[in-house]
């Protein structure tokens, strides 16, 4: 039965594959067939590949081999065999192979490696024939019957361990390789029986029937529990399959000539350019990575065989040099010769990453942009935040989301208030709370970190810890927190409030170790990237900042100015918010406007030491966005604040509206810039780039009514026109629909993804991401939270409505996007690709968006764009 | 100064004009002109219309009369002297004119008349000498002085009143035609007195200054208070303006063989054949409209004076048959002679407008769509609810939203259980509450009307009581309910738990006095007028129906189908809830399970019911869409309960994303609903029309992960594919955008545009109608609720965009809208101008929207469509 193939073969020879085909053949199929055609074929032990669309159609077919495949393997088995001179399972002088799932991302969790394929009772005397090496061969079924059994038949590994130690004393031996072909021969005959006992199957000694039953189970693993468990959290669609890798076996193992290990074309910690790695003389590749023995480092492969040892650093610059990247690679030494089994981009830390890049431009190995491409920028992160010391052990207490990245340690404490007291002693501090609202704020600047009980990436917490840049830890669900007794329980561990805690926001780790924190540097390596990442973008990067501090720390950063700037956030100050309470609850407009007048003086303030910062550089300001009410205290029992509450907050009587209810409060802001904007002026010797933006337009004559109430206010400050830009917010999806009419009225458009995302999914960020993110990726509605990374195909498009109406009312309207999205890699791609012109992100987002900007003209450059 | 002209003249003579010119001569000045075209030049007083263009140029120019339009002015006057072959201020012969104001619609609160300019200390004796009438002289310029003070230059009409009855008194005279020539001398020195005390000048003795200061009174009339706050509540811009018609005076007061009267071409208020209208002999036409004199039935005009009669009967069927549709006319006769002053199409109660459309097609007046075309469809409304009697006087206690057609009376209740409660023991209720929630559904059943003190046209009161056909009044914000008391007090007056109350939701009226109601019928002009439209309409309409009384009431009404059965007032029955809140706060999958398995032959029996209602017809079930904590009381106090509460429960965890979550509640609906199909089929003998529709659908995937639940179980019930449709709301922008990957999921659409609306504006409107609507309207954001009438830009686009790209993807793709917006006749125009399929309403609106869908299409049939 099973599904029918449509055109393609099921089964490729190595040499026919090449890295382009990575989809089909997986990746470490794609790179054993390009290292065939580049290396030569005398140099990769010959093989094939089973294809990853042969593993759906065995999924699809509800675990049976699709038709044809059989046949398939059959011709290239004959292949191989014919290729080598050997034939599976022949008594004199068997062909042995290796068997390997490979998937098109690199997946630990899945089935791994089979070796010696091919061994049974009769064709392991052969293969000692053949080797004059007894002792090797029955090594090599021992080892085969071993894996065999763990690996096809999920037999436990320690089932078979126990045996060896029993061997090991039986005869007196304290290595493996100290045991002699009796105790081998015994522990082969040992492993039988675990194996019959086991599956109640004898072993199978038809050579070809372990090929089957490998090659199914290498399929079956992508269905199992660890491979689905890692495709959800690294996102890998389930419908990718796997493929199957059979391969000529070369040994490691045949004595003091032979050995085996992996090499990273450079030092893979810090990047510098002398090769790194370890092997293992008279092993197998499994020896190497399993840590049994103790490997020695690449560099004495040198003294030990200096022709491998040449060979192999000559191979691994071609390698570099044919990726265009720093290569991860294994390698088996049999008898001398060097053979080279698999090579693959090599992971890298973000300090490796960057040095490479700096190194292979001035090399000439690599262009710029080439260098740059080679960098996974979600990494920079680590270099810009102080982490837990990566050489430390701990025990981590609890785990939750990775929210704010770098780690934070301090005392605990269960409220904003104390959060500020104690800072204000001078201690440090860990704010925990079950969650945060807008209330909370004075406690994230206080605090050190931020760790809550309850929400996701983009809940309120992590919202503005990334914002500020302090590292937080959300929806870390062990925690059992009891805000009256002030205290915290994590299982039997009971914590009170001044416990000593500590984060690590990149990892979502919690420990009450005392765990010593690496500090960041920004590297002369990572200064050089940036400024190449400068010269090759054009999208610009700003930050959103709303305090002369932030503005500073995104200045550092490289930003290109402010493209947010929240002056609600100065309303949250302690001393401000009497002020904030007596002009929300004000019986009549003469009230508030009364009210207001003593807060114009200390908005202006603010603006004056924004502008004097970012001198030169662009500085929008939005005016007031979030609902009155939430400027109030939570417990705040005046009936006038009663009735300011709202239902639905999110769609309520918020932005551009508060405005038009009570155009009072636009006007005293409005009259802070500009009186801010005239003295630093003065101050300076020329006008500061001021940009004022309107929140929550919907409707052109919203935007209308306000500018007009700009111009006047800036007139009556003697502010002249070309002082100073006016823009708005497109983040309701009508605006975008309009935005052709609201251009009309605009010199720049900022898209506000995080309110168009909730608008146009109809989901509040608040109430769903906690309880609808986990079961939408599990059920595969999508693969990450459209709060993450922006949702291309319904937001994604509102942005290029909007801008393409604005920009069709007005050639030269400026666009740009404010919000989460603008510091996530993905979306500043899909950004470039629609034309904005900046991103505003936090300020230490503002590196990553950098490269990230590269990055996306480089990848439009290449492919001509979305 | 002055705005400068550009093209068009600012004054046109009525000879130049025609109805076709609304927009620049105004609605009077129009049909005047009209009239001088068909009736000829001798059954029109001459004159000429100043254009709302010079309006809006006057006002732009700040009061300040448009360069060139005085010249024009000059011109068309000597014209209209040539004409007459009189001139103004004539000592001698003088010409006399009326000065009118006349917007595009007829506008009460602007000026609106002043007759008889032209005279003066001279001319009056000229006046007197040419009609050798010296008492209808002296009464014309008593009349002018007292109309040009009180309308032109604002003095209070009792100033002059007083000194009438004074001047009565004095000469013992009892009606105002007792006074002599001595007393109406004396009178207009009186007023010329009172005219100088006000304004501080000399009555204006220059005629051609008299007509500037006219002419400009009108155009500052249209910035006065009474016209903006008229223009607010009817919706006309105000950039209109209106024109100034200027035109000879002819008199109906010059004796016996004079007079003047208003006529309607049928009776204006049952629309039967027979003209009906009012007139007095020796009057002008202010003494008929200002009621001071009992008026005489036009039929009594045939008695007095023959010719004219037959004249005026003869010229309103002209007229009738000349505009398609009943006059209202005003007229004058000057010693025999028949003028026409005014036409216009007649203001006329429902009653009138079905009768009227029923005979002029049986007349062979007008064709059926033509008939259609002349009924104001937002009237209709008044046929299917009942009234209070339109022929008692009542005191008006309170004034609210007209928020759901119908009068209703009844003792007053202050919660739902009291509705319930006092229904059940057979007594009529009103539910009064500050506002209503989803708990308090039971009591809208069991009253027999909703009053509250918050919310508006779209608040939850108003849409539930508009789904149900129960009046309802809400935001009547003069009611201050006192809960606790069980009181409620407006001013001065309280009323207790169980004393009487009215209300007339057509009116947004609140009274205590015991009106009489008077019921509605169906009659058989409405029947023959309806069967026309559903011949004439190509849209479907279809009714919102939870109920089997609600599809009976449908089907009634004409419905095609039940568009939207919202399952979740299924689960608001006494009797279900505590079933109800085990499901909702189950601890298991199983608990749940448990729970459900008692609600589903609940369901199952409603389906049943709602399926044999509808035979022959579609129904459409949605699966539940609510947030599950709306189905738990407010004061819940389960920690559970707390959990599911939500900050935005509007963008929450509802509609399909319940069924992703916890699968097993819709599974146990589409069990509820594939067994009724099956026992309904049984019984009937063939199968219903079964349509299941998923709420909320953003992403493909969902709506595939439902399909799929809804397939399965429909096969374990045995009911086969084609016996049902499976379809989805579109309600969020995202689905909008990715409606062609949703198509090829779904059999149908419907497009909810009440979420749409919501999200695509971010609008809650739980919080924003009471809020926003007032002052957005005031500002001119809009001009009306974008959720009474669909937003045509935003939202109307969406849905525009979501219907081309479900079609693009599946042709046979069936839309439809269910919602507010479904009911409401220029939302229906937009639909059927979209493609859509039907509209689905409350049943009390199907009839309204039957009408409103024939229009539609004889609109689009005239004009090509938008």
Not at 126 to 147: C, H, I, K, P
Not at 211 to 216: K, P
Not at 571 to 582: H, L
Request: hydrophobic share 40%.
């Amino acid at each position: 039965m099973g599904i029918t193939r449509v055109g393609r073969a099921w089964v490729y020879d190595f040499a026919d594959g090449s890295k382009e085909m990575r989809d089909l053949l997986g990746g470490k199929g794609a790179n054993v067939a390009e290292m065939t055609r580049i290396l030569g074929a005398d140099r990769v032990p010959a093989g094939f590949t089973i294809t990853t669309e042969a593993c759906v159609a065995y999924i699809e077919g509800g675990q049976s081999v699709p038709e044809g495949m059989d046949d398939e393997v059959d011709a290239a088995l004959a292949r191989l065999e014919a290729a080598t001179g050997k034939t599976l399972g022949d008594p004199d002088d068997p062909l042995l192979v290796s068997v390997r799932s490979g998937a098109r991302e690199s997946m630990p969790g899945m089935l791994d490696t089979v070796l010696n394929l091919g061994l049974n009772d009769d064709s392991v005397d052969g293969l000692a024939e053949r080797t004059g090496n007894e002792r090797f061969a029955w090594d090599s079924y021992r080892r085969f019957v071993q894996m065999f059994g763990n690996v096809v038949r999920n037999i436990a590994g320690e089932r078979f361990e126990q045996r060896i130690q029993v061997a090991k004393e039986r005869h007196g031996a304290t290595l493996d390789t100290d045991l002699d072909i009796a105790a081998l021969t015994e522990l082969t005959a040992d492993f039988r029986d675990i194996f019959e006992t086991e599956t109640g199957e004898e072993f199978p000694q038809e050579p070809r029937d372990q090929l089957e039953q490998a090659i199914r189970a290498v399929f079956d693993s992508w269905s199992g529990d660890r491979a689905i468990a890692y495709r959800r959290i690294n996102r890998i669609p389930d419908d990718w399959g796997t493929a199957v890798n059979v391969q000529q076996m070369v040994f490691g193992n045949k004595g003091a000539t032979s050995g085996s290990g992996v090499a990273f074309s450079r030092d893979e910690v810090d990047g510098s350019p002398e090769p790194s790695g370890d092997f293992l003389v008279n092993a197998q590749g499994e020896d190497v990575v399993s840590g049994v023995r103790n490997t020695q480092d690449i560099a004495d492969l040198r003294d030990v065989m200096p022709d491998a040892h040449a060979t192999l650093m000559e191979i691994l610059r071609t390698l570099e040099a044919h990726y265009k990247d720093m290569q991860d690679t294994e390698f088996t030494i049999e008898e001398g010769r060097l053979y080279m089994l698999q090579t693959r981009n090599a992971k890298r830390p973000a300090q490796a990453a960057v040095r490479f890049a700096c190194d292979v431009v001035d090399e000439g190995l690599l262009t710029k942009a080439e260098a740059i491409a080679t960098i996974d920028c979600e990494k920079l992160d680590a270099l810009l935040h102080p982490t837990f010391d990566p050489t430390v052990d701990y025990a981590v207490l609890a785990k939750g989301v990775a929210a704010s990245p770098g780690a934070a340690k301090g005392e605990i404490v269960f409220s904003a208030a104390e959060a500020v007291a104690a800072a204000a002693g001078g201690r440090d501090v860990i704010l925990v709370r079950p969650f945060t609202e807008a209330e909370d704020v004075a406690g994230f600047y206080a605090a050190r970190g931020i760790l809550t009980a309850e929400g996701g990436k983009a809940s309120h917490a992590a919202l503005v810890a990334r914002g500020m840049g302090r590292p937080a830890v959300t929806g870390a669900s062990a925690l059992d927190i009891d805000l009256d007794k002030h205290e915290l329980r994590v299982g039997e561990t009971l914590l009170r409030e001044g416990d000593r805690i500590s984060i690590e926001g990149t990892t979502g780790q919690v420990t009450i170790d005392d765990v010593p924190l690496v500090e960041p540097e920004m590297t002369a390596y990572f200064q050089r990237v940036l400024a190449w990442c400068d010269e090759l973008r054009t999208l610009g990067i700003r930050a959103n900042a709303d305090t002369p501090e932030d503005a500073r720390k995104a200045r550092a950063f490289g930003a290109g100015g402010i493209g947010l700037c929240r002056t609600e956030h100065m309303f949250m100050a302690a001393d401000r918010q009497p002020k904030m309470r007596e002009m929300i609850l004000a019986d009549t407009t003469a009230d508030r406007v009364a009210a207001l007048a003593e807060l114009l003086p200390l908005q202006q303030q603010d603006f004056e030491q924004l502008l004097e910062a970012m001198d030169g550089l662009p500085v929008t300001i939005r005016l007031l966005d979030p609902p009155l009410h939430e400027f109030l205290p939570p417990d705040e029992d005046d009936p006038r604040a009663h009735a300011l509450r709202e239902v639905n907050p999110m769609l309520g009587t918020r932005g551009c509206r508060l405005a038009i209810l009570h155009p009072e409060i636009y006007e005293m802001q409005v009259r802070a810039i500009m009186r801010a904007q005239c003295a630093v002026t003065e101050r300076l010797g020329h006008p500061p780039r001021l940009e004022v933006m309107v929140p929550l337009i919907d409707y052109e004559r919203e935007l209308e009514i306000i500018e007009e109430l700009i111009f006047r206010v800036a007139r009556e400050e003697g502010v002249a026109r070309e002082h100073y830009l006016v823009g708005t917010m497109i983040e309701l999806p009508r605006a975008c629909f309009l935005a052709d009419t609201i251009a009309t009225h605009a010199d720049f458009f900022s898209f506000g993804t995080n309110d168009l995302t909730q608008t146009a999914l109809g989901f509040s960020r608040d109430d769903i991401e906690g309880r609808i993110m986990a079961p939408y990726i599990e059920s595969k509605i999508f693969d990450r939270s459209p709060f993450e990374t922006i949702d291309a195909p319904g937001v994604g498009q509102l942005v290029r409505m909007g801008a393409w109406l604005g920009r069709k009312a007005k050639l030269e309207l400026k666009l740009g996007i404010c919000g989460e999205h603008g510091g996530d890699p993905d979306s500043i791609d899909f950004f470039h690709n629609s034309g904005l012109d900046y991103v505003s992100c936090s300020p230490f987002r503002v590196p990553v968006a950098r490269v990230a900007a590269a990055q996306a003209a480089i990848r439009r450059g290449d492919d001509g764009g979305w």
